[in-house]
């Protein structure tokens, strides 16, 4: 159902996307007792996957809704996304951000041409903020994660490591809004052999664990977690796309996402967001179902405040 959409996808957006390179660390997978391959969208454009979703969303649009622009919501990374994707193609961007979104991502936006308004830092208040300005200049609405073109475009990623790595056991996404890990399962449905999908989410907010426990949409009463770009919940498209095409998800803790996050720092010499390392985590956190695997890990960004690191 999917296979030529994603195939379709990766060819339009290829102009406007870098390759990022695969990477391994020796020290790590001694660690893990995994082959480990990192596939790292911390160096794409605009530092995050994203980039690859906010690409395939704005090349969608009609000539009609190019005219007039687009709008959306977020707290960083799909924000600066659409801002150059709309940059490249010469379009207004219209991108609202609560006010607790890290200063360095709301610099990036304005610095891509985004025109920033800032909001309480709730989802009803993004989605308000965001449905005033689609009625007050005409913009489209361009959704961070649940939107199937969002979730096409996060799945190249995951086809450009298979295409590197094709004989991969086991291919990981930390899972926020669903948008990254639900490409990144149909890709390995459709492209893998043999290969599975499973998801990383810190227990602090644990949403899309206990909505494929109940089979219904759940929320987070908190999102007290240092992985930000993971407090978001599944939508309505992305949870199906879950429920039918993720093998399953492993829960982290916080210290456990630090300790995998500053591994990655000293061992790789690079710089990832705490989201990011939370598959790895997860892999360190249960070694014995990772033993001897060759495990594809999708690094998802570095857009990371560095004056705020917990180490």
Partial sequence: MYQQALLDTHERIKPFIHRTPVMTSQQLNEISGADIYFKCENFQRMGAFKMRGGANAVLNLTEAQKAKGVVTHSSGNFAQAVALSAKEVGIPAYIVMPSNSPAVKVAAVKGYGGQVTLCPPTLKDRMEYANRIVEEKGATLLHPFNQIEVVLGQGTAAIELLEEQPDLNILMAPVGGGGLSGGTALAAHYFGKNCITIGAEPFEVDDAWRSLQSGKIETNETINTIAD??????????????????DSIIRVT???????????????KIIIEPSCAVPFAAVLREKEK?????????????????????F
Avoid at 229 to 246: A, C, D, K, M
Avoid at 254 to 268: D, P, Q, S, T
């Fill in 229 to 246: 770009g993971l407090r978001t919940t599944l939508g309505t498209v992305t949870f199906p796309i879950l429920q039918e095409y993720l």
């Fill in 254 to 268: 916080e210290e456990e996402i630090v300790h995998a996050m500053r591994l990655i720092y000293e061992r790789m």
């Fill in 290 to 310: 990772f033993a001897g695997k060759k495990i594809g890990i999708i690094l998802s960004g570095g857009n990371v405040d560095l004056g705020a690191l917990p």
